[in-house]
């Protein structure tokens, strides 16, 4: 098939294949999460041999990086023309009405914050997303299908005290100082120190069984959870500027960097310590970049697979 077939054939199917989703409850096991404005609601999406995503896949570059054993893939040609546009247009009209610091010292230090969108803006978002986004569910669909697994969101948004820890989160960044990006340092989550909501056993004989709540990510019949980043930056914006992704190993020294270039995405174990790249460059209002980053949990449906190594044997499969 000619590229121009492909394309076409890719623009086909955004409208003959659509995000199959489905609504769920997750248990809250953690006490310090049960207060009122968590909300444990999970997205599936439901396996389904799409066609879009391996034709996709077939035209993309994917490359595999491994930092403390943890697995990053970063993803380039996966989008066409007309859908990288109109996330670009989105992410430029869009409201991120939202000021997120690094921490409360980049605040005082007077810093120009990031912006994010607030709760309403989210859902809307995740509801009815640009159509790079429609393919990002429908690539999870496929994966989940091949992987035999069960792909979906983290808990939607679940609030301790004072910090909330979201599924689905946003970032527009144009200036990032260095102290901001050391201080930014975190991990998305820690299955090691155990998580706060249930994930259901699904090769259990009960049916209500959950796995244990701390348990090595991606091992042999134990979810993986991982974080997925999808970027769009403006037509100012080059990796000259920097705000990239920085990974680290466990004492927190930088090991790598995935750089925000437009319509890039990156698949990594968001428990690995990450932060935002500093800029390389002055702040300027017209060079921004945003990343769109859902946290997911790969939950196998066989107790003898390591959902890691599967994925690893998919994305493989594609490499040239
Ligand atoms: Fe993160």
Request: aromatic share 10%; hydrophobic share 35%; with cysteine.
């Amino acid at each position: 098939m000619a590229d121009q077939e492909r394309t076409a054939l890719k623009q086909s199917l955004q409208a003959t294949e659509l995000p199959k989703i489905k609504k769920d409850t997750a248990v809250i096991t953690s006490e310090r999460y049960k207060t009122p404005r968590s909300s444990p609601l999970v997205f599936h999406f439901e396996p389904y041999s799409f066609t879009s995503p391996a034709l996709r896949l077939q035209d993309s570059t994917i490359k595999h990086e491994v930092v403390s054993g943890k697995d990053v893939y970063i993803i380039d040609d996966f989008f066409i023309e007309s859908e990288a546009e109109e996330l670009r247009n989105f992410s430029t009209n869009a409201t991120f009405s939202k000021d997120i610091f690094a921490n409360n010292e980049s605040k005082v230090k007077g810093e120009l914050p990031d912006r994010a969108m607030d709760s309403k803006e989210k859902w809307v978002f995740f509801a009815n997303p640009p159509q790079a986004i429609k393919e990002l569910y429908k690539l999870m669909s496929w994966l989940s299908n091949e992987m035999e697994a069960d792909i979906s969101t983290l808990p939607w948004e679940m609030y301790d005290q004072d910090i909330c820890a979201p599924a689905f989160a946003t970032n527009r960044v144009v200036f990032k100082s260095k102290e901001s990006s050391e201080l930014g340092k975190h991990k998305d989550y820690d299955t090691d120190e155990g998580l706060s909501f249930g994930i259901p056993v699904l090769y259990a004989k009960e049916p209500q069984q959950l796995h244990p709540s701390s348990f090595p990510n991606g091992s042999e019949g134990k979810p993986w959870l991982i974080s997925l980043m999808a970027y769009a930056t403006s037509p100012a914006f080059s990796t000259k500027h920097g705000l990239g992704t920085i990974f680290c190993d466990d004492d927190g020294k930088t090991k790598m960097c995935a750089d925000s270039k437009n319509m890039r995405f990156v698949i990594f174990e968001g428990d690995i310590i990450h932060s935002i790249e500093s800029a390389k460059l002055p702040a300027n209002p017209d060079a921004w970049r945003v990343s769109y980053v859902f946290k997911l949990i790969v939950n196998p449906k066989r107790k003898d697979q390591s959902m890691k190594k599967r994925m690893q044997e998919i994305l493989q499969s594609f490499q040239k």
